[in-house]
């Protein structure tokens, strides 16, 4: 886990979303880059350091959010972009490879009927890179038992699996696995990456119309501290959002959430 980006909006949530990525960019000795969520700035993608960003009205905001939370242990740089956000996510992928991205429900969005807003939205649907979601004012803590909801096991590529497999060898997270069987689920379609199904506590199945239905039956039994699901290609993830955004009606999460880019 060597890169973790933190897209930051208007939201007052994004001083928290900042210093929850802070406290894992700390504990991996990951370098942390943030970018601002909100407007494109007037200069092509580069990186550079916060004392040294550009003099813009929003940078300045996203500068004055990453002075307020810089410790010295954590190295933190700014990323300038121009045009769309996820270009310029991907462009800095290209660059130098991210392994994580860390972001707010809503980063701008002010609906409270949303669980997920359009702009972080965009980052999990049109992103390949795994994404944590921090809830609103959630404050960092080392997670202690993880809940991972699916109905389709297989895993494709290393990266997919890399940040929870880094989890659990670095804050010796339990990992309980669920299997949320589906109308229409083929058992022959479980093809679970070994390394996880031996680092987690077991593997429990359930018969449930979603994914989604499954975690809320289990849930309190497990009582977790962060959940973490897939979004794949017509996956059910996916499925819920089809204008990048989540209702809360449909899926609402008060733990952070890691979504795996199963793609």
Do not use: C, W
């Amino acid at each position: 886990m060597k890169n973790i980006l933190v897209p930051i909006g208007i939201s007052k949530n994004g001083i928290n979303t900042l210093a929850y990525a802070v406290s894992l960019a700390k504990h991996f000795n990951a370098s942390l880059f943030v970018i601002d969520s909100y407007n494109a700035t007037s200069t092509p993608a580069q990186i550079s350091t916060a004392k040294d960003a550009l003099n813009t009205k929003n940078f300045n905001r996203v500068k004055e959010m990453v002075q307020s939370v810089q410790k010295d242990s954590v190295d933190i740089k700014m990323v300038n972009y121009r045009g769309d956000l996820v270009s310029g996510i991907e462009s800095l992928d290209k660059e130098i490879g991210l392994d994580l991205i860390v972001v707010g429900p809503k980063s701008n969005d002010v609906n409270e009927t949303l669980f997920l807003g359009k702009v972080s939205g965009r980052i999990v649907k049109k992103t390949s890179i795994p994404v944590i979601l921090v809830p609103i004012d959630y404050k960092f803590s080392i997670p202690q038992q993880a809940l991972f909801a699916f109905k389709k096991g297989s895993i494709n590529g290393e990266r997919s699996s890399s940040p929870l497999k880094f989890l659990i060898k670095t804050f010796s997270t339990k990992v309980n696995l669920l299997l949320v069987k589906t109308p229409g689920h083929e058992n022959n379609r479980l093809e679970i990456d070994h390394e996880i199904v031996e680092l987690s506590e077991g593997l429990v199945s359930s018969d449930n119309a979603t994914v989604y239905q499954g975690v809320l039956e289990h849930f309190q039994s497990i009582n977790p501290d962060l959940l973490v699901v897939f979004a794949r290609k017509r996956g059910f993830f996916e499925k819920l959002m089809g204008s990048d955004v989540i209702y809360k009606k449909d899926f609402y999460a008060k733990i952070p959430l890691l979504v795996l880019k199963n793609r």
